[in-house]
C-alpha cells in the first residue's frame, strides 16, 4: 500500500512561514500529479495547490495565490509546500494527495486516490 507521509505543520504567528514536505514510501511519485489540500474544522475540504509529474505546471487556490509555492525532487520522492505570510485563516489540516490518473487533471480532491494523514498548521498571535 503507497504511503504518503506530511511533515513541516506547526504553530506559527501571523506573518510567518512554514515548509511543508510530503515523502512517499512503497511508490514512486515521478510519474504523477501531486496536490496539497487543507481542511478547517466544520469546513470542506480546500484545494492548496497541485503540481504537474515534471514540476512544469502547478495551480493554486485563489486564497493562497502569491504567497504558497508548490515544488517537487522527483529524486528525492518528495513533494513540498513553502508558505509565506500566513494568515489565521490558513489555520487547517494540510494534506498531501497523489492522483494515480498519469496525467495532468483538474486540481480537485476527488481526482486524488492516495492521501496522506494530514500535519496541522496553526496561524495564531
Known amino acids: 500500500q503507497p504511503q504518503l507521509v506530511e511533515s513541516g505543520g506547526g504553530l506559527v504567528q501571523p506573518g510567518g512561514s512554514l515548509r511543508l514536505s510530503c515523502a512517499a514510501s512503497?511508490?514512486?511519485?515521478?510519474?504523477?500529479?501531486m496536490g496539497w489540500f487543507r481542511q478547517a474544522p466544520g469546513k470542506e475540504r480546500e484545494v492548496v495547490s497541485c503540481i504537474n509529474s515534471s514540476g512544469g505546471r502547478t495551480e493554486y487556490g485563489d486564497s493562497v495565490k502569491g504567497r504558497f509555492t508548490i515544488s517537487r525532487d522527483n529524486a528525492k520522492n518528495t513533494v513540498y509546500l513553502q508558505m509565506n505570510s500566513l494568515k489565521p485563516e490558513d489555520t487547517a489540516v494540510y494534506y498531501c494527495a497523489m492522483d494515480p490518473s498519469g496525467i495532468f487533471r483538474q486540481c480537485d480532491p476527488s481526482n486524488y486516490g492516495y492521501w496522506g494523514q494530514g500535519t496541522q498548521v496553526t496561524v495564531s498571535s
Open positions: 512503497r511508490i514512486t511519485l515521478r510519474y504523477n500529479t
